[in-house]
């Protein structure tokens, strides 16, 4: 077997398809610049991580499955005064996950239970919930 396809075969198994893509131009660099192969093994996991970290985020939004895509921002707190805008916003400052707090949503239909949920979103593809459950 080959170096390239050994090497193919190593990053399938390690499920690292961004350091594969980024293998053979960080490699010609490394060889110009003539690299320590501790900086060519960090530059290459680096490209790896920044690449988990950019497409992370959407998997777990996947993976939670809420049923639509909403911000804090887009809420109207006009529309629903019955709503605590400050604690709200103080909810989405993400103080209660270093806490380690609970969040329950609690009231009748139609006062944004489900929008401030699904703001959660913004939680998840910060990556700040990787371990988090989220139930409705």
């Given at each position: 077997?080959?170096?390239?396809?050994?090497?193919?075969?190593?990053?399938?198994?390690?499920?690292?398809?961004?350091?594969?893509?980024?293998?053979?131009?960080l490699?010609?660099?490394?060889?110009?610049?003539?690299?320590?192969?501790?900086?060519?093994?960090?530059?290459?996991?680096?490209?790896?991580?920044?690449?988990?970290?950019?497409?992370?985020?959407?998997?777990?939004?996947?993976?939670?499955?809420?049923?639509?895509?909403?911000?804090?921002?887009?809420?109207?707190?006009?529309?629903?005064?019955?709503?605590?805008?400050?604690?709200?916003?103080?909810?989405?400052?993400?103080?209660?996950?270093?806490?380690?707090?609970?969040?329950?949503?609690?009231?009748?239909?139609?006062?944004?239970?489900?929008h401030?949920?699904?703001?959660?979103?913004?939680?998840?593809?910060?990556?700040?919930?990787?371990?988090?459950?989220?139930?409705?």
């Amino acid at each position: 077997m080959s170096t390239a396809a050994e090497l193919a075969h190593l990053f399938r198994t390690l499920k690292a398809p961004a350091a594969a893509r980024a293998l053979p131009k960080l490699a010609e660099r490394a060889r110009a610049e003539e690299w320590s192969y501790e900086r060519f093994a960090e530059t290459l996991l680096s490209t790896e991580v920044a690449s988990r970290d950019a497409h992370g985020g959407e998997a777990r939004i996947k993976q939670a499955r809420f049923p639509a895509r909403k911000t804090l921002e887009e809420f109207d707190f006009s529309v629903q005064r019955s709503v605590q805008k400050t604690l709200v916003l103080h909810l989405g400052q993400l103080d209660f996950l270093t806490a380690k707090d609970n969040v329950v949503l609690l009231g009748p239909p139609g006062t944004g239970k489900t929008h401030c949920e699904t703001s959660g979103r913004s939680v998840l593809g910060r990556g700040q919930a990787r371990r988090r459950q989220w139930w409705r």
